[in-house]
């Protein structure tokens, strides 16, 4: 039976040698035993250093020598502070150096036990990023995180301007690995979880890879894609249907939808492979269920290196939208001819009807009817994931949403920042987020934008009913946390127009109304209306 | 008279506008007070909001919606603690945020001043960069360093992942800018202090600036020139010579030579645009003539955008060595026709003797004479000054130096992990770099490394003879630092061959010499030997 830390500590092995890593320089220790023993036993070429200073000067030279980066090996203590010199000139000169320094685990820190000191992050700014993983830990996803992260890591050192990582192994006693198990096997380095340019060799095999298969495209959240077209171009090329996430802007412009209900799909309308572009869906289902079934994603986009939190991306390509469509685009690749008409075949049947009446689930597909609507902001948590699933604008709308670190806060303010251009926009909120930026009203008066909010009020935190505490004690004072507003004094206070809306006609009404100025419609519901999902 | 600070400000703000930055998002306060009055007197887009939270948020909105990158400009304390979710929003879904804290100056930290807390670098890794300026510092570099430095930090929010960045300006009272003063002209946004990407827009701008020029290549320090042949090819078609630093390790490859003395070259031979690729030239006295000359600097190269320590680098390039010359080559731009051949003609009256005697300043070029020589490394700091100077292999010779950050340290280590390949490899050290790294000795045992390390032993720092300190009291103590070196008996300590080498014909023979395993060649000279030379 094979232990948590020696199975974490071969992922990893294993993870620098499908990153290329060949060359590795240990200076032995007590606490980089577990470590040293697995090198010895994996074959790897391994220079033993005694002196730490040593030992990163001697990387330093075979990494400037083969151009391939070059893993340290030390233990804990001032050990690791003799890397530093060595580093800083790794830095300064782009290098790529790996260094890994070996740690007591938490327990011991700070608290005086011997050849222990500070060493998470230690090289600040002299390496290009520093991580810490406790391969300790029994959980089965750090062992996937191990083997996409430590990729990554080795990878990050590669990109320009290249440079030194760092990664920081706190490991508990005993510190005996369990030797002669077996080893994970190695991911190939194409179409393992790698991160690379598409130069003409590896064009040829995506190409190799794509060929005749059923490719769906998905956009993710983007505030501008530059490829608009060329992303069109290459989806038909490749009779591929689009999925677009709702900030991505792009449902006006393509032929993209919402994401379906992909489980709802029979078997043989499934993708074969995805080429997924910009940032983390607003959809939570999408990437696990790619996951879960096993089907390939292929990331593209400088911005989103490594940035997939499955650890599930196959191949992520450090290119635009636009040049990785340029490129493809002088290819003679296609899809499965078939694939794109079945697909929207299957969606045809499955179009909503026009809304009857006003609440949060209708409200995306009412303003979505409205032709005059050029910018849309919304906020978080609730409103934009019902904009993601219904929103079909028949126009382009620019649409937009906090949606990197998904707070509520700010909501109003990045509206009215929206808003500065003088093109009239809409901002659909909850009423929490709402109040966080309370604030932000005062500005959308003072710099006199032309902004409609409609507040949808169910008096509290809507998406804590979704969650697991909905049923907990206490749950309104600690969850609900009903602020019972007055939006009516809230617009009073800066003289912005105010109305409760209830029928869907006055709704449409004022869709419909050419304003200027800051307006506040109030759509009241109750927090039970909401339909139960499973999401973060 | 315009005082220090406005003068600086306006270097500033011209520098952002010179960056493309038209919208500023103000919240008032008294330590801004200065950029407050040039913002507005520069008329450029203001937005103020009172609420730093806000004004965060709303300037996120700004830049997500219009693409370009929005400064944020704020006063000292806690308002610039207000700033951070929208910062840290920016981080996750990379937004380009220019974020302006004014602060205390040093005299006022930490010691109780009110509205003072820790600014510097306090976004941490929320943002890409963070760049402290004493903008009332009246020494003139420092308004060129604005005039670049600035440029450059808003750049590096618009490279991938696009991201914010942070500027902290202490401002010491009194606070009222001078103004109604000229303001500094705005560099254009193409051949100012600039990178960027080689489209084809900036392609075609390029070639009319070269078109028909005197063109010189200068081929800075890089261990791994993946572009030798198109370099060359680039060359010849651009009639261009090519100065190679001993670093670049293509003087024997391509017809490269070492950097002349340019200020005995007349006049007319000398460039009218420089093509510079790689690291900071070893050779300290070429990018301070090209400047004091006003001749232009074209930088190429994704690991050297904006490491230009002479701060005159006209455009930058974001890419490969190879992707530039690929994109030149399919062009028709060509230099001025005669021009190559006028510089290798000059060149030609200037070629060196055969050395007769052995010194410090003969070695290079007796090392070239060695046909079998493949791997050299050179100690700093005076060797690979005179190797630069006249090292002129015939034939291709890897040629490596830790010259990121020019230590003194880990010399011999390095040079043994370049002959870890088991090719022979050449060493040349001062013997205060040799005494540094006496540890690597044992290394270079323990490894079995077919290593020659030359010992240049002049019984202390050369360097620092030809520095100011060179007449200063307790010289000897405290910078020639003679350590009376024994290197017979470190070699002895690690079983190494050993020879004192006095005449030419011994050093010649040991040069000739089949040999395995680690040999100390010492050749003694005394520091007042070397030349005159004003360095770093």
């Known amino acids: 039976m094979i232990d948590v830390m020696t199975n974490n500590l071969k992922h990893l092995i294993s993870a620098f040698q499908a990153q290329g890593i060949t060359d590795f320089v240990l200076s032995p220790g007590s606490r980089n035993t577990p470590l040293a023993l697995l090198l010895a036993e994996r074959q790897v070429r391994l220079t033993v250093a005694v002196d730490?200073?040593?030992?990163?000067?001697?990387?330093?030279?075979?990494?400037?020598?083969?151009?391939?980066?070059?893993?340290?090996?030390?233990?804990?203590?001032?050990?690791?502070a003799n890397y530093w010199p060595a580093i800083a000139e790794a830095q300064s000169f782009h290098v790529h150096l790996v260094v890994l320094t070996t740690d007591r685990p938490q327990e011991l820190q700070s608290i005086g036990a011997p050849q222990t000191i500070p060493q998470r992050g230690m090289y600040t700014t002299n390496v290009k990023q520093s991580l810490e993983i406790n391969v300790q830990d029994p959980e089965p996803d750090v062992t996937e995180f191990i083997d996409y992260q430590v990729q990554q890591l080795v990878h990050q050192s590669q990109l320009a301007p290249t440079g030194p990582v760092h990664l920081n192994l706190p490991f508990r006693k005993p510190l005996l690995p369990t030797?002669?198990?077996?080893?994970?096997?190695?991911?190939?380095?194409?179409?393992g979880h790698i991160v690379g340019r598409l130069d003409s060799n590896?064009?040829?095999?995506?190409?190799?890879r794509l060929h005749g298969r059923?490719?769906?495209?998905f956009l993710g959240p983007n505030d501008h894609y530059d490829a608009s077209t060329l992303l069109d171009r290459l989806a038909q090329q490749l009779h591929a249907p689009i999925i677009a996430d709702v900030l991505s802007s792009l449902r006006g412009n393509l032929s993209a939808t919402p994401t379906p209900n992909l489980q709802e799909f029979p078997k043989e309308l499934w993708p074969e492979v995805v080429l997924r572009f910009g940032g983390t869906p607003v959809n939570a289902t999408l990437l696990p269920w790619l996951k879960q079934h096993g089907i390939p994603v292929i990331q593209i986009g400088a911005n989103y290196l490594g940035k997939d939190h499955s650890r599930w991306a196959h191949t992520s390509y450090n290119l635009t939208a636009a040049d990785f469509c340029r490129q493809l685009l002088k290819?003679?690749?296609?899809?499965?001819?078939?694939?794109?008409?079945?697909?929207?075949?299957?969606?045809?049947?499955?179009?909503?009807?026009?809304?009857?009446?006003?609440?949060?689930?209708?409200?995306?597909?009412?303003?979505?009817?409205d032709a005059t609507l050029q910018q849309l902001f919304l906020a978080n948590s609730l409103t934009v994931r019902y904009f993601d699933q219904v929103f079909r604008p028949q126009t382009p709308v620019r649409v937009q949403g906090n949606r990197g670190a998904n707070g509520i806060d700010g909501t109003i303010s990045s509206a009215t920042g929206m808003a500065l251009n003088q093109v009239p926009t809409w901002l659909v909120t909850g009423d929490l987020a709402f109040f966080h930026d309370l604030n932000g009203l005062q500005l959308a008066r003072t710099t006199h934008v032309n902004l409609t909010i409609i507040v949808v009020n169910n008096d509290g935190g809507g998406i804590f009913s979704l969650l697991p505490q909905a049923t907990a004690p206490h749950f309104e004072t600690l969850f609900g946390t009903p602020q019972h507003l007055n939006l009516a004094a809230a617009a009073e206070l800066v003289g912005a127009d105010y109305h409760l809306v209830t029928q869907l006609s006055?709704?449409?009404?004022?869709?419909?109304?050419?304003?200027?100025?800051?307006r506040l419609l109030e759509i009241r519901t109750t927090r039970t209306q909401l339909p139960p999902r499973k999401d973060d």
Chains 1, 2 share one sequence.
């Not at 730490?52 to 690791?80: M, W």
């Open 52 to 80: 730490e200073r040593s030992a990163a000067f001697c990387a330093l030279g075979i990494a400037k020598r083969s151009h391939t980066p070059v893993a340290l090996v030390a233990t804990s203590g001032t050990a690791t």
């Open 179 to 191: 030797l002669g198990t077996a080893w994970p096997q190695v991911h190939p380095q194409e179409f």
């Open 202 to 208: 590896s064009l040829t095999r995506l190409v190799q």
């Open 214 to 217: 059923k490719l769906l495209f």
């Open 331 to 369: 290819t003679t690749l296609h899809g499965n001819p078939a694939y794109r008409t079945q697909w929207h075949q299957a969606l045809a049947t499955k179009v909503s009807s026009t809304p009857t009446e006003l609440n949060e689930a209708t409200l995306p597909q009412l303003l979505a009817t």
């Open 506 to 518: 006055d709704f449409q009404a004022h869709v419909r109304e050419s304003w200027t100025g800051l």
